[in-house]
């Protein structure tokens, strides 16, 4: 469904994604998982065409990002960490909006709303203004508004921010049957690794712009030698960094020169 291929992305002397190369496949829930500024969202962001790679390309079914951006973002949904959304409309308009960017025909986009208002228990707010909404609501209206079209990849970045227990569980159950029964391939950043643990059928693991390991649960266990351990203890296995290795790839990072000094600190 996704390929990535030497994907890279700089700030000017800052390589925040380097030169990854990635495929995910139809019909699964796939984690990309990674510590804060491990170049998670920018990869996501690329995916999604918000934003252009230095370099590498990327093929969404099939469409070079590069080459045809249309055809590759018809197919896809984004979700956010934040909800984007326009407070003075009503969740009928957004939604109506976001049909019409999708060039979906006017009954199906009717269809589709109720559909989604319905499954989002929004459907008593329909006439109502986002601004009026709780954080959460915003969340769950983003959602509908992704699924609208019935992409063939939803993307989505901190999905269960602001949500409540019942809106998590929700969420979750949806990732497994949009994956699982409909086909859909769902992209999933998160930090919340209970949740990632719980849904993910294969998972991908960002630290400082290079992918440091792949595969299912049980393959990334007994990469790491935690054979028995939670995602969380995987995690932290194969993300762990010494004092000198986090100042050396901080030094790398930033173009400065890295002095190991005796307690381990570095001086750049």
């Known amino acids: ?48 065409g918000l934003l ?36 003075k409309l009503t969740a009928f308009e957004y939604l109506k909006f976001i049909g019409g960017l999708y060039n979906m025909p006017s009954k199906r986009i009717a269809e589709r709303m109720r559909e989604m208002l319905e499954l989002f ?36 970045d901190e999905p269960m921010v602001g949500l409540d227990p019942k809106g998590h569980r929700l969420i979750k159950n949806l990732f497994k049957e949009l994956a699982h029964e409909i086909g859909m391939t769902v992209l999933l950043s998160t930090h919340t690794l209970e949740v990632a643990e719980e849904v993910c059928d294969n998972i991908v693991i960002i630290n400082h712009g290079n992918i440091i390991a792949r595969g299912t649960l049980n393959e990334l266990r007994t990469e790491s030698g935690e054979d028995d351990g939670s995602l969380e203890q995987v995690f932290l296995r194969l993300t762990e960094e010494s004092k000198e290795e986090r100042a050396q790839a901080v030094a790398e990072r930033f173009g400065h020169e890295y002095d190991a000094s005796e307690d381990g600190r570095g001086t750049p």
């Open 52 to 87: 252009k790679p230095t370099s590498g390309s990327i093929t969404i079914d099939g469409h070079d990002m590069g080459e045809d951006s249309v055809a590759a973002k018809s197919v896809t949904g984004f979700i956010p960490d934040r909800p984007y959304v326009y407070d």
């Open 121 to 156: 228990e929004l459907r008593e707010w329909g006439d109502s203004l986002i601004e009026s909404f709780s954080h959460g609501m915003k969340q769950r209206l983003v959602f509908a508004g992704a699924l609208l079209p019935k992409p063939r990849l939803l993307v989505v």
């Open 1 to 48: 469904m996704v390929q990535l291929r030497k994907l890279h992305k700089k700030y000017g002397e800052f390589t925040a994604v380097d030169h990854i190369d990635l495929d995910v496949p139809y019909g699964q829930v796939f984690g990309v998982l990674g510590p804060n500024g491990a170049g998670k969202t920018t990869t996501l962001r690329m995916i999604t």
